[in-house]
């Protein structure tokens, strides 16, 4: 699940910083994964080394509430939940609503749990709160993951469209058609930019995971604009983010 030049099995957030830097990328939302462990104390040194670079999670892990303290949001693993009812979250969507986290949360396939997380939103008006996977967007049904983005405070990010879209792979043109009837199902200003990093590392480069809808024609430059900058950088509360220069290489 790695790329192959982590040869120590490590994706620091120096290596993720390279990267970045190189693919001009400004900021990253760092969420997390079972499958990885939990990563809540490392994250919080990243977050403090770099503020103006990363926003981080906490991640639930059925276990009650987790410590909040350091982190900008709360991850869910709404998939791999022992229980798929989101209302049996209620007091993690409680705690993120009071402390003005947001939430991110990949969801189980199709619809299984927009009926639970559709009552999580509109009880907490105020909490924002990001699907990821883009809806788990290969999947049946996944439209009515995106739908949930038609309430004012729901959203959706990208991160591993090209893992879903890896058997077509680059440039990804069903992604790109996923991207636009997504747009036309919640609007633009919905739709955010993700990578997936590293995991979809082992495939393609960090450029290549956004240049396929930037190259596309498609897509306006002002939709391309909000989905690769200004929604996610309201969504997540982005303050300083660095002028990322074009680092020429010599493939060019």
């Known amino acids: 699940m790695l790329p192959p030049y982590m040869t120590d099995g ?7 910083l390279s990267c970045m830097d190189f693919a001009q990328v400004a900021g990253a939302v760092v969420t997390q994964e079972y499958i990885d462990g939990n990563q809540d104390a490392y994250l919080r040194q990243v977050r403090v080394a770099h503020p103006d670079r990363f926003r981080i999670t906490a991640l639930y892990e059925e276990k009650g509430v987790p410590d909040t303290s350091g982190v900008d949001g709360i991850k869910i693993c709404g998939g791999r939940l022992d229980n798929p009812d989101l ?4 007091a993690v969507f409680a705690h993120a609503a009071g402390k003005d986290l947001f939430i991110a949360i990949d969801m189980a396939d199709g619809d299984r749990q927009t009926a639970s997380l559709r009552e999580m939103a509109r009880q907490y008006p105020g909490l924002r709160i990001a699907i990821g996977h883009f809806g788990m967007v290969t999947r049946p049904g996944w439209q009515e993951q995106i739908r949930l983005a038609r309430l004012p405070n729901v959203s959706v990010e990208s991160g591993g469209i090209t893992w879903l879209f890896n058997s077509e792979f680059y440039p990804y043109p069903s992604a ?3 991207v636009l009837e997504a747009r036309d199902i919640c609007g633009m200003e919905k739709l955010m930019w993700g990578s997936d990093y590293p995991r979809t590392m082992t495939a393609i480069t960090y450029r290549m995971s956004w240049d396929f809808i930037d190259r596309s024609p498609l897509l306006t430059d002002a939709e391309k604009q909000l989905f690769f900058h200004e929604n996610a950088r309201s969504f997540y509360r982005f303050g300083n983010l660095p002028e990322m220069p074009y680092i020429h290489h010599m493939a060019e």
């Open 176 to 178: 790109v058609r996923a």
């Open 87 to 90: 209302t049996a979250c209620e």
């Open 10 to 16: 490590v994706n620091s957030a120096e290596r993720l």
